[in-house]
């Protein structure tokens, strides 16, 4: 059957996980597109359960709807936001007649690498972008979803007005980094930020003309929308970002954030003040990740954090009790303030600071916090990754179980295995990451680690008390030579 006209499908695959949903910021962008230049375009959603890994493979049952609508739809390119079973995205491109699968791998930094996409990965749209094509192109948000997943039905759109975060200190003032060869500025040193440089002239205003079209063009619903909203300009016009979604006719709205600890207590009177316009307006703000990385300040300024532990406590004092007042406008889901426990670097004296503050902070979910280690990868170089290699931390392996912290953001990135610079700490990692894959697993688990962290768990009261007693135990015995030894000590200990 001849195509009537170069045609593009947008297939995003939506995971379960709201905070792991990428690189579908840009296909309302190449529906506009395509509509603009009357090319066939269209865009389908299929909801999958979050695959670490990132390569997903659909169930028979949803892989053939897609499959019928390839057949019917025959585009000439499918545009993917995460990968394909390397069968099924064969099969996909073979039921389309021969389609070109292009998959989307750029997410936060998507406007400014979007004209070169557009050139050199779908041609067929008609041709490089022109230089205004940020006020030319109207986002388009036909949307479909394959399927009843509610995830998938009722998504969370991601904004992108801007970089994600703009922190920037002078190396020079971090003790830890200032004999390497880094540029004169750093942002968090395990940490990627894209460049500064925007191409959008007014954040807030490319942001509300994203939601509201979004709102205009979608289905009626009853069901709240949610946003997430990126742009490190918006934050800091936070009342003017609102105040133009109300004049907008947006309604019904949730708006998700991701500020620094340090830009919530900045922004503490300007969120009270928006409190009542939000109210007013139907809409609500969810604060989430707060990264606090950790509270051990030697481990922090590794991070380069720039927070401490005070700066926390004071930040979630204010998060709960504005969610108390406010509990329909201002929302934080506990166990959101995110961390990394483990570093090349980390101490016992490290782990009991952290192991304190934790306890004291209800909206860290300690189960979480004491599986998170660092992660490092080859490209882009992190200056974390450059003190590691000074310090000779670099290269030991670790043994070959899969793990993302949620950095894994690619199926094709690989991590760099590091050592602990001081060996006792190892096996506090192992325990602390088998005690965060027991709470995933619903206790169910039952290999023999997952029975004997569940059988101390009926006996202690909170995971953290089990880990301070093995921090205790393994400096009692730093010697202590696995996990399993640390598990039998603990359970004769306690028993």
């Not at 609508?69 to 039921?95: C, G, H, K, S």
């Amino acid at each position: 059957m001849p195509r009537a006209s170069p045609g593009i499908m947008c297939v995003e695959l939506a995971p379960d996980q709201l905070e792991r949903r990428r690189r579908a910021e840009a296909f309302p962008f190449i529906l506009g597109l395509g509509r603009s230049r009357r090319r066939r375009v269209s865009w389908y959603a299929v909801g999958v359960r979050y695959d670490p890994t990132l390569l997903y493979a659909l169930d028979p049952d949803t892989f053939e709807r897609l499959l019928a609508v390839a057949r019917r739809e025959l585009p000439r390119v499918i545009v993917l936001n995460e990968r394909l079973r390397d069968d099924q995205m064969a099969a996909l491109a073979d039921a389309a007649g021969g389609a070109r699968g292009v998959y989307l791998s750029h997410w936060e930094q998507w406007i400014q690498l979007f004209p070169e996409f557009i050139q050199q990965e779908i041609p067929e749209i008609g041709g490089p972008l022109p230089p205004d094509w940020l006020s030319r192109i109207a986002p388009v948000f036909n949307r479909k979803s394959l399927g009843d997943a509610p995830w998938a039905v009722n998504p969370l759109f991601r904004i992108v007005a801007g970089p994600r975060c703009s922190y920037r200190t002078l190396v020079a003032d971090n003790p830890f980094y200032r004999e390497l060869a880094l540029p004169k500025t750093m942002s968090c040193s395990f940490c990627y930020t894209s460049s500064n440089v925007n191409p959008v002239k007014d954040e807030v205003a490319f942001a509300v003309r994203q939601i509201e079209a979004a709102c205009r063009q979608l289905p009626e619903t009853t069901d709240e929308r949610q946003f997430e909203v990126l742009g490190s300009r918006i934050w800091p016009r936070l009342e003017e970002f609102l105040m133009a979604l109300s004049r907008a006719g947006v309604r019904g709205v949730e708006l998700s954030f991701m500020p620094r600890i340090d830009q919530i207590l900045g922004a503490r009177e300007s969120i009270l003040r928006c409190l009542p316009t939000l109210a007013a307006a139907d809409l609500a703000m969810r604060l989430y990740g707060a990264g606090i990385e950790n509270f051990s300040p030697d481990e922090n300024m590794r991070f380069n954090k720039g927070i401490s532990a005070e700066q926390v406590h004071e930040a979630a004092a204010f998060i709960i009790s504005t969610r108390s007042s406010w509990p329909r406008q201002f929302r934080f889901t506990d166990g959101m303030m995110s961390m990394i426990l483990f570093t090349p670097w980390t101490r016992l004296e490290d782990l009991r600071i952290n192991v304190e503050n934790i306890e004291r902070c209800s909206l860290i979910c300690p189960f979480f916090a004491l599986g998170q280690r660092l992660q490092i990868f080859p490209e882009p170089v992190h200056p974390i990754r450059l003190l590691a290699e000074r310090d000779g931390l670099i290269g030991a392996s670790r043994g070959n179980s899969f793990y993302n912290s949620g950095c894994i953001v690619d199926a094709s990135q690989e991590e760099i295995p590091w050592r602990f610079a001081h060996p006792e700490v190892g096996v506090l990692c192992q325990l602390g990451l088998a005690i965060s894959r027991f709470k995933q697993s619903d206790g169910r688990a039952t290999d023999p680690v997952s029975r004997k962290i569940g059988d101390l768990l009926m006996i202690l009261p909170t995971p953290l008390v089990l880990f301070r007693r093995a921090i205790d135990e393994i400096e009692r015995r730093p010697r202590t030579p696995s996990l399993q030894t640390l598990l039998t000590a603990l359970s004769r200990a306690a028993s």
